[in-house]
């Protein structure tokens, strides 16, 4: 099978950052030893300026404060936009957070800085994953507050759990917001960077199974594997291809990872009557040398 130049950069990119903890093992357990403490969990939240799935995230967190054994400390970061397009203080009530940081605010009088809350946090949040932030941090790149605070929080060893809705094309809500037109190869590209957020170990999910998901990580567990046979990328999309009853049906997209992780009989590949291809993943079909077969 032939290895473009994006799975040889993810691949490179994995291994540098596996490389540079078993390097500094010291690092690592520096890290985590702010993790190994009695009391409650400390999260923080790291919160950028998406709408799509925020009211659900929002409540899920404060039902996990109230839920736990043993309770959760929320400490709270917003990006310039997110500040701009919510209420911080509101946001910070809801939370019971501790403490309140906005990026480019001057006045952080007797405020740790992020990289103090980062340290000594058990987990990071992000309940609102925006496209902006999934292409920084997917990239590596450190130019905003919310990606670095991803990428150093992953290479502390931290949890990161982040809500994937608004980065993800295939979120139902874009087609309602009249967004629901992109091309495969646009798909493509904005799932890609979601894929390679997962391979460095960020855990994406569902707005409503945020809660569910932090609660599992603080307590140690691994998440919730996807049935056998089932791309793990795969999601419901709205087609925008009008039946002749008028109304519009439901049809999954498959990228080149779901076609290369899908079970095979024979060659054979068996997708959903419907299913709409990417580009790369057509070329992963034709270099697998597979059938594809409709249910």
């Not at 009695?38 to 300026?49: Q, Y």
């Not at 929002?58 to 997110?82: F, H, M, N, Q, T």
Request: with cysteine; charged share 25%; aromatic share 2%.
């Amino acid at each position: 099978m032939t290895i473009t130049t994006d799975s040889l950069v993810e691949r490179v990119v994995t291994e540098v950052l596996r490389r540079l903890l078993d390097l500094h093992p010291e690092a690592l357990r520096a890290c985590r030893a702010n993790s190994q403490k009695e009391g409650p969990a400390r999260v923080l939240v790291v919160l950028t300026g998406g709408t799509i799935g925020f009211g659900v995230a929002l409540e899920e967190l404060a039902r996990l404060k109230v839920e736990r054994p043993g309770g959760v400390e929320y400490d709270l970061i917003l990006s310039r936009s997110a500040a701009k397009i919510n209420n911080p203080q509101e946001i910070k009530s809801r939370l019971g957070a501790r403490y309140l940081l906005v990026e480019g605010d001057d006045d952080l009088t007797n405020l740790p800085s992020p990289g103090e809350i980062l340290r000594k946090a058990d987990l990071v949040a992000v309940p609102v994953l925006t496209r902006n932030t999934a292409a920084h941090a997917a990239a590596l790149l450190t130019d905003t507050l919310a990606s670095l605070l991803i990428i150093d929080g992953l290479m502390c060893g931290k949890p990161v759990v982040a809500v994937r809705n608004a980065a993800d094309p295939s979120d139902p809500a874009w087609a309602r917001m009249g967004m629901g037109n992109s091309s495969p190869g646009l798909c493509e590209g904005f799932l890609a960077n979601l894929k390679r957020l997962e391979n460095y170990g960020v855990e994406l999910v569902q707005a409503a199974e945020l809660a569910k998901a932090v609660a599992q990580k603080l307590a140690g567990n691994p998440p919730e594997k996807a049935a056998p046979g089932r791309a793990p990328g795969a999601r419901e999309v709205q087609s925008q291809v009008s039946e002749k009853d008028g109304g519009n049906r439901w049809r999954p997209v498959f990228t080149r990872a779901d076609i290369t992780n899908l079970a095979r009989d024979n060659g054979v590949l068996r997708l959903p009557k419907g299913a709409m291809l990417t580009p790369l993943a057509v070329d992963a079909i034709r270099e697998l040398g597979l059938t594809v077969a409709e249910d």
